[in-house]
């Protein structure tokens, strides 16, 4: 029950960080700096707010790797509890 729950949450953000990687690899960074800098906003704010984004996007995908990690651990531990389980019973 708690593996499919972790799973589909999972699932979830892999799609959304997908989308957003799909998304953001259609154009250069240059290309989105000079998009940032035609709202008026200045280049150094907006080359901020780039690195900040893929500080932020690197952090993500580190967390997401970790949860995926803690899930593998978490079904390799109950798939030992059954083993051990039904050898208990033999």
Do not use: P
């Amino acid at each position: 029950m708690y593996v499919t729950y972790y799973m589909n949450k999972l699932m979830i953000i892999l799609v959304a960080f997908s989308t957003v990687s799909l998304m953001s690899g259609c154009v250069s960074e240059e290309q989105r700096l000079a998009k940032c800098e035609a709202k008026g906003i200045s280049r150094d704010v907006c080359y901020h707010e780039e690195k900040e984004y893929w500080n932020n996007y690197s952090a993500n995908m580190s967390r997401l790797q970790a949860a995926n990690t803690q899930a593998d651990a978490f079904k390799e531990s109950m798939s030992d509890r059954k083993k051990h389980k039904h050898n208990d019973d033999d």
